[in-house]
């Protein structure tokens, strides 16, 4: 038996790692997928004025291209006019952070003056804990209080630390309903002991069950407001309830939060939102949400706002729960989202585009989203966004053909009924003949 050539073994096996190779270039692209007849808007991006030298700007995408872009933002690129470079962005989200950790406390000498004040000491578990928040624990019901903390270092003599925040609970027994707020902020304090005074101001004392120290790092989210118009209103009398509806002016603005602007005090209602692009179908986006305003003595507080999960819908549906109340006038709305900016590095002598529309393009994923966090992003000058231009250069993908069967729809049914009388008269052809070679039955 002789030897196999070694070329002949080396063919395959060449082929093979060629087919390997052409597969990983396949799934892992070694390029950006931006190519500019893909997109058919852009608009031109206005450096701030006084741009001395490379650095990084942000850059805050209007109404235009909320309505034209892919959903996510996914497809926005920015690139370079000259070189047509694509220039690596971050899309930062401002919804805002919260940390919160607890610490033990011990809480010691509860007094009560009756109609004055009730206050008590906190004791910190440790030396040099930085705190800035105390929440208060009671069981105590509808009250709303003003507060004083103090700070010291040996339970003696006491600083002022901050005066008058307010603490509240509001409970509506009737209609299963508490807000209610015990915590306390005051300016970040390492001091070992804190005296809270809680004031009464002839009302009955509350019940202090103890009380939790936290440590709170916060960044505040940042909204923007969008143009919105209160367009239409129904009473519907027979379900005790009055629609709203509430028009943003197009779709796919980023939206999660509406207030209502109303003159009257002293009410309660609770409302539930939809949301539609059409007027037609409509989904459900939260609720039932309460709304109220009081103004007595025992409470002073409003709520005429709600959150509900972020939604791109152009119409808003209010539906306002009256029960046997006159309707609530409602004066206008406001509706709100979290702020959404472009960073990217700019060059003052270039210029720059920001490409949108493209349905089909694939979120992009740079190296800059791995240094970003090493940044710092505060107060960067703000770029503006020119007007919108279709680009020129864009191609129109042209869709697939149709089917065969969907483009003749008839094709098949005319196909299976002359099959079906080809084979009925196959059948009846059969019987004649079988009849004329049996004999008659006895």
Do not use: C
Not at 120 to 126: D, S
Not at 146 to 160: F, I, M, N, Y
Not at 233 to 245: A, F
């Amino acid at each position: 038996m002789g030897k196999t050539p070694f070329r002949l073994v080396l063919r395959p096996l060449a082929i093979a790692g060629a087919a390997l190779a052409l597969l990983l270039l396949a799934a892992f692209p070694l390029r950006a997928d931006f190519a500019a007849k893909d997109w058919p808007f852009f608009k031109l991006v206005v450096l701030p004025q006084g741009m001395g030298q490379e650095g990084l700007v942000e850059v805050v995408p209007d109404q235009d291209v909320f309505a034209h872009a892919a959903s996510a933002l996914v497809d926005l690129r920015v690139v370079e006019e000259e070189s047509q470079r694509e220039v690596p962005y971050e899309l930062l989200v401002e919804r805002g952070d919260s940390r919160r950790a607890a610490m033990p406390v011990a809480v010691r000498d509860l007094t009560h003056i009756p109609g004055e004040e009730t206050s008590f000491v906190v004791e910190v578990a440790g030396q040099g804990v930085p705190h800035n928040e105390i929440e208060v624990a009671t069981p105590s019901r509808s009250f709303q209080r003003r507060t004083v903390v103090e700070s010291g270092a040996d339970g003696r003599t006491w600083s002022l630390l901050q005066q008058g925040y307010q603490i509240f609970d509001l409970t509506i027994q009737e209609r299963n309903f508490t807000t209610r707020d015990t915590r306390i902020r005051y300016p970040e304090s390492t001091a070992r002991y804190l005296r809270i005074h809680i004031l009464d101001n002839g009302e009955e004392p509350l019940d202090i069950r103890g009380a939790t120290l936290f440590q709170v790092q916060e960044i505040a989210p940042q909204e923007v407001a969008y143009p919105a118009a209160l367009v239409g209103r129904e009473e519907q009398p027979q379900q005790r309830q009055s629609r709203l509806l509430v028009d943003l002016g197009g779709q796919g603005l980023p939206h999660s939060r509406i207030v209502l602007a109303t003159p009257q005090v002293n009410f309660y209602r609770q409302v539930d939102l939809e949301g539609s692009n059409d007027q037609k179908t409509w989904s459900r986006l939260g609720g039932p949400a309460a709304v109220y305003s009081f103004d007595t003595s025992k409470y002073v507080g409003k709520r005429l706002s709600f959150s509900y999960p972020e939604a791109t819908y152009r119409y808003l549906r209010l539906t306002i729960a009256n029960e046997d109340n006159p309707p609530l006038p409602v004066e206008g709305v406001e509706v709100f989202g979290f702020l959404r900016k472009l960073i990217f590095s700019a060059s003052p002598g270039s210029g720059y585009r920001l490409y949108y529309g493209n349905a089909g393009a694939r979120a992009p994923s740079y190296e800059f989203e791995r240094v970003f966090p090493y940044l710092v992003t505060e107060g960067l000058p703000r770029a503006q966004l020119g007007a919108q231009t279709s680009n020129p250069s864009f191609e129109q993908v042209k869709p697939p053909p149709e089917p065969f069967s969907e483009r003749y729809p008839w094709l098949l049914p005319a196909a299976v009924a002359l099959a079906a009388l080809g084979i009925g008269a196959f059948l009846a052809s059969i019987v004649r003949q079988i009849r004329k070679v049996l004999p008659p039955p006895s």
